[in-house]
Nanobody, 121 residues
Framework: QVQLVESGGGLVQAGGSLRLSCAAS????????MTWFRQPPGSEREFVAT????????SYADSVRGRFTISRHNTKNTAYLQLNSLKPEDTAIYYC??????????????WGQGTQVTVSA
């Protein structure tokens, strides 16, 4: 019973930055891990970054490590993805997802609608 809404996408030049937000609403009995995925044009969805409910654990895809930063503000019910040093290959629809567990075995029952990020060369 969690609804997620992404925002903050747009068109930027290579080397630029964006901050994506994922606002959560609804009621749940579970502390949720928040994860960002992306789907490039003509490609399958891929993992980007994840952060535990406490914010103490996080991990990143090799392709974005050092450039992107995931964070969350639990009292605002919002997760963020800071995208720096953007490259054309970062162009994708970015999705926010919530899971009941942290780690590679987690499943993601809650998803947002996605926000488009386009990076021009």
């Amino acid at each position: 019973q969690v609804q997620l809404v992404e925002s903050g996408g747009g068109l930027v030049q290579a080397g630029g930055s964006l901050r994506l937000s994922c606002a959560a609403s609804g009621r749940t009995f579970t502390d949720l891990t928040m994860t960002w995925f992306r789907q490039p044009p003509g490609s399958e969805r891929e993992f980007v970054a994840t952060i535990s409910w406490s914010g103490l654990r996080s991990s990143y895809a090799d392709s974005v490590r050092g450039r992107f930063t995931i964070s969350r503000h639990n009292t605002k019910n919002t997760a963020y993805l800071q995208l720096n040093s953007l490259k054309p290959e970062d162009t994708a629809i970015y999705y926010c997802a919530a899971s009941l567990d942290y780690g590679p075995a987690a499943s993601y029952p809650f998803w947002g609608q996605g926000t488009q990020v386009t990076v021009s060369a």
